[in-house]
C-alpha cells in the first residue's frame, strides 16, 4: 500500500507526460476515453487459459497462475485528484503483470527489479526509479552481477527502444503472439 501512495504522491510530473502520451496516440486515446480495467471480473480467464500456448492472452494466466498473483490486488488511487490522471496511474498498476509477461520475468526480487528498471525509463515514476535502484540490496553478489551485466542494460535498453506501454489496448490483443507483440513495441527478447 505504501509504494502506491508513493507512486501517486510522486508522480505529479511523470503522469500528466503520460497521459499526453496517451492522448497522442490513437490507441492510447482510445484507452483513456473507454477506460478498460483488467479485473478478474472483466476477464474471460476460462477462454485466456484456452487460447494456445504463446499468446498474451494464455502466457499472462500462466503467469498469474504459475506465481500466484490476480490482478485484484491493485489499490485504487487514493491521492490523484484528477480523474484521468488517477486512471492513467490505475492501468499502469493494472499491466504491470503484463510488463511481467512480455519482458519474461518472474515475481521473485531479481525479476521485480528488472521490470522496475523497464518500468521506470518507459515512465518516469520516481517510485520506479526507487524500486529498481534500492531493490538489488538484498541480492546475492552472483545475482547482482548478472543484473547489473545483462538485465539492467536489456531493460534500459528495451525501454527506450519500446513505445509506451501505456498506448497498447492489451484487452483486444489477447490471440496475439508475445512475440510478435514484443516486436510491435520494441521490446528486445529477454536475455
Known amino acids: 500500500d505504501m509504494v502506491a ?3 501517486e504522491t510522486t508522480g505529479c510530473l511523470a503522469l500528466p507526460n503520460l497521459r499526453d502520451k496517451m492522448k497522442h496516440h490513437p490507441e492510447g486515446y482510445r484507452i483513456l476515453q473507454e477506460r478498460p480495467r483488467i479485473r478478474l471480473s472483466t476477464l474471460d480467464m476460462a477462454r485466456l487459459r484456452g487460447l494456445p ?6 502466457e499472462y494466466v500462466r503467469f498469474l497462475e504459475d506465481n500466484k498473483v490476480s490482478p485484484d490486488t491493485r489499490m485504487p488511487p487514493k ?4 480523474e484521468e490522471l488517477a486512471y492513467v496511474i490505475q492501468r499502469y498498476r493494472e499491466v504491470h503483470d503484463l510488463m511481467h509477461t512480455l519482458l519474461g520475468m518472474p515475481t521473485n526480487m531479481l525479476g ?12 518516469g515514476l520516481p517510485m520506479c526509479v526507487l524500486g529498481a535502484a534500492f531493490g538489488p540490496v538484498h541480492l546475492s553478489a552472483r545475482k547482482l552481477q548478472v543484473l547489473a551485466t545483462e538485465l539492467v542494460p536489456w531493460a534500459i535498453r528495451s525501454g527506450r527502444n519500446a513505445s509506451c506501454i501505456l498506448n497498447v489496448y492489451y484487452e483486444q490483443r489477447w ?10 513495441i520494441g521490446i528486445f527478447p529477454p536475455p
Open 112 to 123: 521485480e527489479v528488472v521490470v522496475k528498471w523497464f518500468e521506470a525509463v518507459q515512465t
Open 79 to 82: 491521492f490523484v485528484d484528477d
Open 5 to 7: 501512495v508513493l507512486g
Open 175 to 184: 490471440e496475439q503472439p508475445v512475440e510478435s507483440l514484443r516486436e510491435e
Open 53 to 58: 500456448d504463446g499468446s498474451l492472452g494464455r
